[in-house]
C-alpha cells in the first residue's frame, strides 16, 4: 500500500524558509515522479512542483519559481520541498503526490498533507 | 494564461447520472492534456478518481467513468449516492511539466 507522510508544516513569519519533507513507502520510489500541490485555506488546489524519478528534471510553477526547490533522497526514500522567502499567500496545505509515473504523469496518490502558515 | 474552467456547482438527485467538465478558456481539451480528476470532501486529502482521460484509479468504483466530450474533458457519475457529495476538481497537463487545475465543482447529492 502507498504510503506519503508529510512532515515540516508550521508557523513562519514573512520572508522566512521550511523545509517540508515526505516520507514514502509501498512503492519504488526511484520509479515514480514525485509532486507537491498545496490548497489555500478554503480555496482550490494549485500544482506546486514536481521532480522526475531520477531527479534530474525538475518543474515549477510560476508563483514559487525561484523560491521554491523540490528534491528527493533516494536512500531515505524522502521527497523534499525547501522553500524560502515566504509570504502570506504560500499558507496553504501542502500535499505530496505520487505520480502514476514519469515527470508529464498525473497524480495518483495523495499524502495526507502538512500546514504552513505564514504570518508575523 | 490559459484557464482551466469548471462549473462552481452542480446538484444531482440520489440514483441520478451527472456530468461534470474542465475545459480551457481558450481552445480545446483533448487526451494529450492527460486530464485527471479527483474528489475531496471538507477536511479531507483529496483522492484520485480518474487519471488520463479514462483511467480510473484503484479501488474507486465503476460508477465514475472518465472522457472527452466536444472540447472538454468530462467527469460522469451515475447512480448517485449521498457519500458523493464533495468537490471535484480536474488538473490538465500544459506542457513543458506544467500543471493547472481547475477551480473544482461542489456537488450537491439531493
Known amino acids: 500500500e502507498v504510503q506519503l507522510l508529510e512532515s515540516g508544516g508550521g508557523l513562519v513569519q514573512p520572508g522566512g524558509s521550511l523545509r517540508l519533507s515526505c516520507a514514502a513507502s509501498?512503492?519504488?520510489?526511484?520509479?515514480?515522479?514525485m509532486s507537491w500541490v498545496r490548497q489555500a485555506p478554503g480555496k482550490g488546489l494549485e500544482w506546486v512542483s514536481t521532480?522526475?524519478?531520477?531527479?534530474?528534471?525538475?518543474f515549477y510553477a510560476d508563483s514559487v519559481k525561484g523560491r521554491f526547490t523540490i528534491s528527493r533522497d533516494y536512500s531515505k526514500n524522502t521527497l523534499y520541498l525547501q522553500i524560502n522567502s515566504l509570504r502570506a499567500d504560500d499558507t496553504a496545505i501542502y500535499y505530496c503526490?505520487?505520480?502514476?509515473?514519469?515527470?508529464?504523469?498525473?497524480?495518483?496518490?495523495w499524502g495526507q498533507g502538512t500546514l504552513v502558515t505564514v504570518s508575523s | 494564461q490559459t484557464v482551466v474552467t469548471q462549473e462552481p456547482s452542480f446538484s444531482v438527485s440520489p440514483g441520478g447520472t451527472v456530468t461534470l467538465t474542465c475545459g480551457l478558456s481558450?481552445?480545446?481539451?483533448?487526451?494529450?492534456?492527460?486530464p485527471s480528476w479527483y474528489q475531496q470532501t471538507p477536511g479531507q486529502a483529496p483522492r484520485t478518481l480518474i487519471y488520463s482521460t479514462n483511467t480510473r484509479s484503484s479501488g474507486v468504483p465503476d460508477r465514475f467513468s472518465g472522457s472527452i466530450l466536444g472540447n472538454k474533458a468530462a467527469l460522469t457519475i451515475t447512480g448517485a449516492q449521498a457519500d458523493d457529495e464533495s468537490d471535484y476538481y480536474c488538473v490538465l497537463y500544459m506542457g513543458s511539466g506544467i500543471w493547472v487545475f481547475g477551480g473544482g465543482t461542489k456537488l450537491t447529492v439531493v
Open positions: 481558450s481552445g480545446s481539451v483533448s487526451t494529450s492534456y492527460n
Open positions: 509501498g512503492f519504488t520510489f526511484d520509479s515514480y515522479a
Open positions: 503526490a505520487k505520480t502514476s509515473g514519469g515527470a508529464l504523469t498525473p497524480v495518483d496518490c
Open positions: 521532480i522526475s524519478g531520477s531527479g534530474g528534471s525538475t
